[in-house]
């Protein structure tokens, strides 16, 4: 059947509703221990707490099941703890084992760390399981959880165990009997386990029953132990007597004693009798009053005051007569001081005026100064200046100068060339240089030679035809169409195109083609643009450009005379070429060639840089221009910068007196400040070496003293001031010499003897110090004697201490012996606990024995080294507190038979066993608070070596002691089940379905118990 929280037979709700024994709680799980979680109506302290805290008033703990789920080699198993139960099973089945679990629930604990010592879970041979193998029997898998229902005297409630990780497990409290919230663990209807167990739905079932929470150890202890009258008093389970450290202690140590009774009682029961006498005795009883190693020092305090005081006695006379040397010392030194302050009055009263001087002095030479500087600087300037003036004077000149040779030589190259303007030289001059150029390039390659050829006579012919083409205009100038036609048709067609002024008719023109020719013309018109204009559309491109019948003819002439020249020129370079091109592959070829390069190069060069110098004519002159300009201008401003210096030296002259004259007056201050310095250190450091005594300037004595003497201030008489302290210097020497010697021998309390003493003033602090201790001499003896009496005393209670914790040791011995021989155990007559103490215990008493606590004299400093390891070995290291089982060596048991032989042998596991098991009970009620019982499990193994007297007594004890008789063993036992007629077979209930863990197989009930008849025992 599904375990879902909507589904269960109890819902959360109805779990808290019809939880009659469980109060009301409000809970928050991240609330502290302190936060309140108890409802005003609390069912079972209603009565008050003031009733509840009565001593007289019964508290009845019992710890009713354990229920172990998948833990332990259990699938899921419900084992009542609450009445005699036999276990029965062969070894190793995980018996034991499972009864040990009440450890981890019993214990204050949260991991297996230190499991070993913790939790002392063995095998059989006794040896130890580790914390991995401990932690994964007991907690395999993440739905492993150990349970137990407790009653209290709040009712039921059970407490949960759950796995954390990392060898950890925390604890869930819950307000109600376990069978509430047992459907969220198992599922009774399919005798499976729920479906949704699982540590996150029981948290979910805590909180909203207002359970508890615990993950530290502290908590538990709050919570678990003693918890009376608190908010989570509901939840406790042991109810010891308080919840000290110790007490809680006291209880997990009688327990181990108990678990398994009769198993290694060698170990555990001093482990138990100790810890049960440290909780008893409370209220740090057992801490020693005083500290051991501090008595160790207070003696070598004492020892270390007595040779003071010897030494003091010893030698009184000497300190006697250096008080007497240094009264008479100290007098002439206060003289030397009262002519030594004076002077220095009246020093710094001329300081005063001499720094004030020097203030105002200085102050005025810082003004000249700068004064000074500024004309300097002003002189520099004007230097600068007129140094800036001369050089730009000098570069413009020569710029100019530059300038006028580059004119020349233009207007040289202008001189060769007759009636042509500067336009028409560069023109020309461009043509030839590429001309010179093509040549060049011509001769690079035979080549090119063969085709500059032919485009020069190219060329030539061009200008032959054109020269024809003008003598034929020239010579029938009045022939030429525009000649003909009316000056409107001969400007039209002039504008349209040059080449209709050029052209010349055979005959004249026919009136109808003058007609024709003007009624074209007669189309176009011209704009203000001078554009021409046809048919009204503007000819953006076409400009009008009158026709000059004369200008034409000038034209033909002048075209004429250029072009005979240039076909001249191109007659001469094509011979030049066909001459180089005959010679073309020749040696004396190829070197004219590369001469006529070399020369082309040349005249190239000549020739860009004179039409560059040609094109830059203009500038040249406009910069000449401007230069000249610039220069008149520089003259200008140096004749007004050389003015303005003559004034600057005349100004700097002047301020240069005023400033020898103030550096004069200022070096006569600063030579008094130098003889101030001097002074000043030679006083100081008079003083100083000799630690005179002090006195006050405004002091009467120096007003009355300068009254009567005059004193000059000059360092010759600052000299024999010095001359007059260091005068004191040798007799200083020699008392300070005395008086360190002294200081090595007589050793008093603030003067260290190492110490260097310097002048009198320290001398005189020493000498205190010893005036003070020399008085008091005898009150030092008398305190003394009383000091020894003290500390002896002081040793004799702490002595006292000791051995009375030896004492309570024998009388709990004593009181165990009384009440375990109220039993019949065997066919012993009497059974006793033997009490064996330390051995360096008992020579502490012998020591306790001869020493008096009156002597006035220190004890041996051995004494205190052998106290001292003695203190160390048997207390704690930190609270100083006894420990009770360091003075314990053993505990024997010694037996005495009916014959009244008295021996000491071991006797059978039986007799130990139930000698063990009564013990447990014994040192259990006396840890549990008045009243109050706690019924639990004692645990003993093997019941079945018991002979059935001693079951019976056993039972008896155990049950009449309020606990719960637990029993394992292998098989059936009549002796036992006379006894104890409860059992069960571990090994042969197992689980009816799938393991979760594959080693957690055991499945036990309640209802599998079996059950002969009722247990015989008393109340």
């Not at 040779?405 to 202008?414: C, F, G, N, R, T």
């Not at 957690?1000 to 209802?1007: L, R």
Request: overall charge negative.
């Amino acid at each position: 059947m599904a375990t879902d929280f909507n589904t269960h037979h109890l819902s959360v709700n109805e779990l808290t509703a019809h939880n009659i024994n469980a109060p009301t709680m409000n809970h928050n799980d991240n609330k502290s221990l302190d936060s309140p979680l108890i409802d005003n109506d609390l069912n079972d302290l209603e009565r008050g707490v003031d009733d509840y805290l009565n001593d007289d008033f019964r508290l009845n703990y019992c710890l009713n099941k354990i229920v172990l789920v998948n833990s332990a080699s259990h699938a899921y198993s419900e084992i009542p703890i609450d009445e005699p139960l036999v276990l029965l099973g062969k070894n190793n089945r995980g018996k034991t084992s499972s009864l040990a679990a009440t450890k981890l629930i019993l214990y204050p604990e949260v991991n297996f760390n230190n499991c070993e010592s913790k939790f002392n879970f063995t095998n059989k041979a006794n040896d130890p399981y580790s914390k991995e193998e401990s932690y994964k029997h007991y907690f395999p898998i993440s739905e492993s959880f150990i349970a137990v229902e407790v009653k209290n005297h709040a009712g039921l409630f059970t407490m949960l165990l759950y796995r954390v990780g990392d060898y950890k497990y925390h604890r869930l409290f819950f307000p109600v009997p376990y069978e509430e919230i047992k459907p969220f663990i198992w599922n009774e209807q399919t005798n499976y386990f729920a479906d949704e167990l699982g540590i996150k739905s029981l948290i979910e079932v805590q909180k909203k029953l207002g359970g508890l929470h615990l993950t530290t150890k502290q908590e538990l202890q709050n919570v678990m132990y003693g918890n009376r009258g608190s908010k989570t008093s509901h939840f406790c389970v042991v109810p010891i007597k308080d919840q000290k450290e110790a007490s809680i202690r006291s209880f997990v140590k009688i327990y181990e004693l108990a678990f398994d009774a009769g198993k290694d009682e060698k170990k555990k029961l001093p482990n138990a009798i100790a810890t049960i006498i440290e909780m008893q005795r409370g209220r740090d009883k057992e801490k020693l009053n005083e500290n051991v190693h501090d008595l160790k020092i207070e003696r070598a305090q004492l020892f270390e005051e007595s040779l003071k005081i010897k030494s003091l006695t010893e030698n009184k006379d000497d300190y006697e007569f250096i008080q007497k040397q240094f009264d008479a010392l100290h007098l002439d030194a206060k003289h030397a001081v009262l002519e030594y302050t004076a002077f220095l009055r009246e020093f710094k009263l001329k300081q005063q005026q001499y720094a004030k001087d020097k203030i105002a002095i200085g102050a005025r030479k810082e003004d000249i100064e700068r004064e000074r500087n500024h004309a300097i600087e002003e002189v520099k300037q004007v230097a600068n200046e007129i140094t800036r003036l001369g050089i730009l004077h000098k570069a413009l000149k020569e710029e100019v100068a530059q300038l006028q040779q580059q004119k020349i030589k233009a207007e040289k190259i202008l001189g060769q060339f007759s009636h042509e303007s500067p336009q028409d030289i560069i023109a020309e001059m461009t043509i030839q240089r590429h001309r010179y150029d093509e040549t060049f390039k011509a001769m690079q390659a035979k080549e090119n030679t063969v085709i500059l050829i032919q485009q020069k006579n190219k060329q030539k012919q061009d200008l032959e035809a054109k020269i024809k083409a003008a003598q034929n205009g020239l010579d029938n100038h009045d022939l030429l169409l525009a000649n003909q036609l009316p000056s409107h048709s001969a400007h039209i067609l002039g504008s349209i195109n040059e080449d209709f002024l050029n052209i010349t008719a055979n005959s004249p023109l026919t009136e109808e083609a003058l007609r024709q020719i003007s009624d074209f013309t007669a189309l176009f018109t011209v704009d203000d643009a001078n554009n021409l204009s046809f048919l009204s559309f503007t000819l953006p491109n076409t400009f009008y450009h009158p026709y000059d019948a004369d200008k034409q003819r000038s034209q033909f002439e002048k075209t004429i005379t250029q072009d005979k020249k240039e076909a001249s020129t191109l007659s001469q370079e094509i011979g030049e070429l066909n001459s180089a091109l005959s010679q073309f592959d020749t040696d004396i070829g190829k070197k004219i060639a590369e001469g006529k390069k070399q020369a082309l190069k040349e005249q190239i060069g000549e020739l860009d840089a004179n039409i560059t110098l040609l094109e830059g004519l203009s500038l040249i002159k406009s910069q000449i221009e401007n230069k000249t300009q610039q220069i008149s201008q520089k003259d200008k401003a140096l004749a007004e910068a050389q003015e303005l210096r003559a004034i600057k030296d005349q100004s700097k002259a002047s301020t240069d007196s005023k400033y020898n004259q103030i550096v004069e007056q200022f070096d006569d201050i600063i030579s008094f400040g130098k003889e101030a310095e001097s002074i000043t250190s030679l006083l100081a450091g008079v003083r100083k070496s000799q630690g005179l005594p002090y006195l006050a300037e405004d002091d009467p004595e120096i007003a009355s003293y300068l009254e009567n003497n005059d004193i000059e201030i000059n360092l010759s008489a600052a000299s024999t001031i010095a001359n007059s302290i260091g005068g004191l210097s040798e007799r200083i020497n020699r008392l300070v010499s005395k008086v360190s010697d002294f200081t090595e021998v007589v050793l008093v309390e603030g003067i260290n003897p190492h110490q260097r003493i310097e002048g009198i003033n320290s001398l005189g602090e020493v000498i205190q110090q010893y005036k003070n201790s020399f008085d008091t001499l005898e009150f030092q003896k008398s305190n003394y004697h009383d000091k020894i009496k003290t500390h002896n005393s002081v040793i004799d209670n702490l002595l006292k201490e000791i051995t009375d914790s030896a004492g309570l040791l024998r009388t709990t011995i004593s009181s165990l012996n009384k009440k375990l021989n109220e039993h019949k155990i065997s066919n012993l007559h009497q059974v006793s606990l033997k009490l064996n103490l330390a051995p360096d215990f008992a020579n502490l008493e012998r020591t306790y024995a001869k020493h008096n606590a009156n002597q006035t004299s220190l004890l041996d400093e051995r004494f205190y080294e052998s106290l001292i390891n003695y203190v160390e070995k048997t207390s704690h290291s930190n609270s100083q507190r006894l420990k009770m089982r360091n003075l314990i060596d053993s505990i024997d048991y010694e037996y005495t038979q009916a014959t009244g032989e008295i021996e000491q042998k071991s006797q059978s596991g039986g007799t130990t066993s139930t000698i063990t098991a009564l013990i447990a009970t014994l040192l259990f009620s006396e840890a549990f608070q008045k009243g109050s019982s706690l019924r639990m499990p004692i645990i003993v193994d093997e019941v079945g070596t018991i002979d059935k007297d001693n079951i019976k007594t056993i039972v008896e004890q155990v049950s009449n002691a309020g606990f719960t008789i637990i029993c394992a063993n292998p098989g059936l036992h009549a002796d036992t089940l006379r006894y104890i007629p409860n059992y069960i077979r571990v090994d042969k209930s197992l689980l009816d379905g799938k393991p979760k863990s594959r080693d957690c197989i055991f499945h036990i009930m309640p209802s599998q118990i079996n059950r002969q008849g009722r247990v015989v025992h008393g109340h």
